[in-house]
């Protein structure tokens, strides 16, 4: 038996109205799916390089490692350095030129002392006891050029020790080697410091790119989930909203930082959850 005209007219309305209704109901949800989601990085990405220029003498650890705060990375090449910190070690901790200007002070302070009565008695010169004074002062100065050159020398000492100390590429943080940029043999120029990445997994940090709306939700909140590829969700602190609008594309960026002690997580995607 056929159908009236006017009912399948209807039915076709209603599985075209149905199908309208489920496609945008789909695009609305990949819509919000996009807007929620997010990036997530290391806390800290540092390019650890030197102060010091020269050639590299060695690179003690390899991509992987994980490494602790100001453990060695490598070193410089460093005799030059070494020879000038022994000569700064030996200028600033010599002592016999001021040994020798305290002898003389004191050598004139027990003159003076033992003239002047002579003169109050009459038995010495008034201008011999002048003459000792002006060499006492004289001795006085001797001795204090001799304590600002130990002063002056103390300091190339500590600026030598820098210098060496510098040879030594050190971690700045805890993390992991991820990359090394030079090796043995290769110079390190000041236009080009860099000799090892590191990063610090043990938080990460998620990044989101939220509509307004979306954003002003968590404008007054401390802490916010986060949905892992794997579809656990952990709570991290919210680190950073923006104050405003991107004018563009009119979305609010907002960063939230993820624990990461025991360094399970390694993906580089997350969704935030609203």
């Known amino acids: 038996m056929k159908m009236p005209a006017i009912t399948v007219?209807?039915?076709?309305?209603?599985?075209?109205?149905?199908?309208?209704?489920?496609?945008?109901?789909?695009?609305?949800?990949?819509?919000?799916?996009?807007?929620?989601?997010?990036?997530?990085?290391?806390?800290r990405i540092t390019e650890v390089s030197t102060a010091e220029v020269g050639i590299v003498k060695e690179i003690v650890v390899k991509p992987g490692d994980e490494v602790s705060q100001g453990m060695p990375l490598g070193y410089l090449e460093s005799e030059q350095q070494r020879a000038v910190l022994k000569e700064a070690e030996l200028d600033a901790?010599?002592?016999?030129?001021?040994?020798?200007?305290?002898?003389?002070?004191?050598?004139?302070?027990?003159?003076?002392?033992?003239?002047?009565?002579?003169?109050?008695?009459?038995?010495?010169?008034?201008?011999?006891?002048?003459?000792?004074?002006?060499?006492?002062?004289?001795?006085?100065?001797?001795?204090?050029?001799?304590?600002?050159?130990?002063?002056?020398?103390?300091?190339?000492?500590?600026?030598?020790?820098?210098?060496?100390?510098?040879?030594?590429?050190?971690?700045?943080?805890?993390?992991?080697?991820?990359?090394?940029?030079?090796?043995?043999g290769e110079y390190i120029a000041g236009n080009a410091p860099a000799v090892v990445r590191i990063v610090d997994i043990s938080k990460l940090r998620a990044s989101f790119m939220l509509p307004e709306p979306m954003a002003e939700r968590?404008?007054?909140?401390?802490?916010?989930?986060?949905?892992?590829?794997?579809?656990?969700?952990?709570?991290?602190?919210?680190?950073?909203?923006?104050?405003?609008?991107d004018a563009e594309g009119r979305t609010i960026a907002m960063t939230v930082l993820i624990d990461n002690a025991d360094q399970t997580i390694r993906s580089a995607h997350c969704e935030l959850v609203p």
Do not use: C, W
Request: aromatic share 6%; no cysteine; glycine share 4%.
């Open 93 to 184: 901790f010599a002592t016999g030129t001021i040994e020798t200007a305290k002898s003389e002070v004191n050598f004139n302070r027990r003159r003076v002392f033992e003239t002047r009565p002579l003169v109050e008695m009459g038995r010495a010169s008034p201008r011999e006891l002048e003459r000792f004074q002006m060499e006492l002062s004289i001795a006085e100065a001797k001795l204090q050029t001799q304590e600002e050159a130990k002063m002056i020398a103390k300091a190339r000492l500590e600026k030598a020790q820098i210098a060496f100390n510098d040879r030594t590429l050190r971690a700045p943080h805890d993390g992991i080697v991820v990359e090394i940029y030079k090796e043995a």
């Open 218 to 245: 968590f404008r007054h909140r401390s802490e916010a989930d986060i949905r892992l590829p794997n579809h656990a969700v952990v709570r991290g602190q919210i680190e950073y909203i923006a104050p405003f609008a």
């Open 9 to 43: 007219l209807l039915l076709f309305i209603a599985l075209s109205v149905t199908e309208t209704l489920m496609a945008q109901s789909a695009i609305q949800r990949n819509t919000a799916a996009i807007e929620t989601q997010g990036g997530l990085e290391p806390m």
